[in-house]
């Protein structure tokens, strides 16, 4: 079939950020009295806030307190991170690809309306992308299929029509369960036998352009 739209991921497939976002949480953690693991909030970069809160603190994510640990976390990213961050080498690049293409830029994050912005701006690429779904516009976030399926419904195209562009576990379960296949990229910091259900996995958005006429999103 035909692919029409290009679902696209930001932090740690477009841009270097899940390090960074990791390290907002811990420091959110010091401030606010919670003993935050490095390594544990790390594999959960690619989670919605509504499901990372619960797991590194206890809280309900309902809970005051939780709504203040995550705008606290945010207001730390932005101010102390986020002017740090590079996009990865061709990511622009690779998105004009698709635009050559005829596909539809659509991005399905998990990051918050706020950040997402942001992170467009720092990648380089929010003047490509015709249509954003982050973690606010839905009710719950990856891996939950939720935002993946709002993307495609605003690319006006069916999910078999899409491809999703991602680099967690995460984004590889969430478009699985939209009916959506997805390309994973290693360079958000898993490997392979994390991103197994992958209908193809490359390194980076340079590797994926670079072998763009083999990939899962070339249409001839």
């Known amino acids: 079939m035909k692919v029409r739209a290009a679902v696209l991921d930001i ?8 390090d960074a976002h990791a390290h907002a949480w811990v420091d959110v953690g010091k401030e606010m009295g919670y003993d935050i693991s490095f390594a544990h909030v790390r594999s959960l970069i690619g989670k919605g806030g509504d499901k990372v809160v619960p797991e590194i603190t206890g809280l309900d994510d309902d809970s005051d307190e939780a709504k203040r640990v995550k705008k606290r976390r945010g207001e730390i990213f932005q101010e102390q991170y986020l002017p740090t961050l590079k996009p990865f080498p061709q990511a622009r690049e690779l998105l004009e690809r698709f635009q050559a293409d005829g596909l539809a830029l659509v991005v399905a994050t998990s990051a918050s309306k706020d950040d997402m912005g942001k992170l467009l701006e720092k ?17 719950a976030s990856k891996p939950d299929p939720d935002v993946v399926e709002a993307a495609v419904e605003k690319a006006g195209c069916k999910p078999a029509e899409a491809v999703m562009l991602g680099d967690t576990p995460y984004d590889v379960e969430a478009s699985r369960r939209a009916g959506v296949p997805c390309v994973a990229l290693r360079c958000g910091g898993w490997g392979d036998e994390d991103l197994g259900d992958a209908v193809a996995i490359y390194d980076d958005p340079a590797d994926l352009l670079a072998n763009y006429d083999r990939s899962p999103f070339a249409n001839g």
Do not use: F, W
């Not at 932090?11 to 899940?18: A, F, K, P, Q, V």
């Open 11 to 18: 932090d740690g497939t477009l841009i270097d950020s899940n």
């Open 123 to 139: 990648a380089g690429i929010k003047d490509l992308i015709e249509a954003k779904t982050s973690q606010s516009d839905v009710e």
